[in-house]
T-cell receptor, first 117, second 115 residues
Framework: AQKVTQAQTEISVVEKEDVTLDCVYE???????LFWYKQPPSGELVFLIR??????QNEISGRYSWNFQKSTSSFNFTITASQVVDSAVYFC??????????????FGTGTRLKVLA | KAGVTQTPRYLIKTRGQQVTLSCSPI?????VSWYQQTPGQGLQFLFE???????NKGNFPGRFSGRQFSNSRSEMNVSTLELGDSALYLC??????????????FGPGTRLTVL
């Protein structure tokens, strides 16, 4: 079954702390895509990263880094030296081919990150 | 490049009415997907359109419908509104198909309140 689990509902950290948001996925496909989005209070989902199943290299973009491990079906997101502006809801998403032959794009339930000054 | 635009941004309707929401994708993008976001259910996929054809559909009742025009703009319609339809409706555009791994870019959403 196709599924994305973000077990952390809400995380609070103090500014400058590092924080990791967990994402575990389930898929039967060998070809799939994983995404992270940020949703600030304004409501618009902002794309952060896309990763395909054949590329397990970790990625770093400024204070953001992503750790993709197929062995544990996880695609975790770390923010280094968090800032108040990082406060948002973060969604992990999976895109793959379903048993009905169509592609589906499903989201996890999101993790609300609160960064306190 | 302009991003995804959605109109209106806010809408208040009463039960039983119908509503039409509009989405203009990023220029050159041919796929438009719609999502409903509620606190209780999270982000739920409604449907995806590509080249004026519905390519994929989520598990929503027939009261929810959509269409796409030749310029890739899309509308979704909800008839006979219920209180539970109150939600943030998000539109996302992608080059070919969001479901097939293309990155989806989201609009700011339309917040619908049903009284």
């Amino acid at each position: 079954a196709q599924k994305v689990t973000q077990a952390q509902t809400e995380i609070s950290v103090v500014e400058k702390e590092d924080v990791t948001l967990d994402c575990v996925y389930e898929t039967r496909d060998t070809t799939y895509y994983l995404f992270w989005y940020k949703q600030p209070p304004s409501g618009e989902l902002v794309f952060l990263i896309r990763r395909n199943s054949f590329d397990e290299q970790n990625e770093i973009s400024g204070r953001y880094s992503w750790n993709f491990q197929k062995s544990t079906s996880s695609f975790n997101f770390t923010i280094t030296a968090s800032q108040v502006v990082d406060s948002a809801v973060y969604f992990c998403a999976l895109s793959d081919l379903t048993t009905s032959g169509t592609y589906k794009y499903i989201f996890g339930t999101g993790t609300r990150l609160k960064v306190l000054a | 490049k302009a991003g995804v635009t959605q109109t209106p941004r806010y809408l208040i309707k009463t039960r039983g009415q119908q509503v039409t929401l509009s989405c203009s994708p990023i220029s050159g993008h041919r796929s438009v997907s719609w999502y409903q976001q509620t606190p209780g259910q999270g982000l739920q996929f409604l449907f995806e359109y590509f080249s004026e054809t519905q390519r994929n559909k989520g598990n929503f009742p027939g009261r929810f419908s959509g269409r796409q025009f030749s310029n890739s703009r899309s509308e979704m319609n909800v008839s006979t509104l219920e209180l539970g339809d109150s939600a943030l409706y998000l539109c996302a555009s992608s080059l070919v198909s969001g479901g097939a791994g293309d990155t989806q870019y989201f609009g700011p959403g339309t917040r619908l309140t049903v009284l």
